[in-house]
């Protein structure tokens, strides 16, 4: 079941890890082994979840890289589904 307007998993990542840990953007980036760039782009919704971060999120907050990456498919996917009707395809079923 597709959520209806997820937040973008940065967001979230925004909200319910590095605010509550009073971490900013820098500590965090630099906890997670990536750039304050990268990091901000992905908190401000320009990058989404890789496997090779949703893994960094994992180790650093909890939760599992599965389930990370489900926000993010759920993100991209409700995205999608609103140009639905611009996807043309061939009906073979």
Excluded at 45 to 56: D, H, N, T, V
Excluded at 59 to 85: C, M, N, R, V
């Amino acid at each position: 079941m597709v959520m209806h307007n997820p937040p973008h998993p940065g967001k979230v990542i925004k909200e319910l890890c590095l605010e509550p840990l009073g971490l900013t953007v820098t500590e965090a980036a630099k906890g997670l082994c990536v750039s304050r760039k990268t990091l901000s782009a992905l908190l401000n919704g320009r990058f989404g979840i890789s496997p090779q971060m949703a893994i960094r999120l994992s180790k650093a907050f909890g939760g599992s890289p599965e389930s990370w990456l489900i926000q993010q498919t759920h993100y991209d996917l409700w995205h999608a589904l609103q140009h639905e009707d611009d996807i043309k395809v061939k009906i073979f079923a």
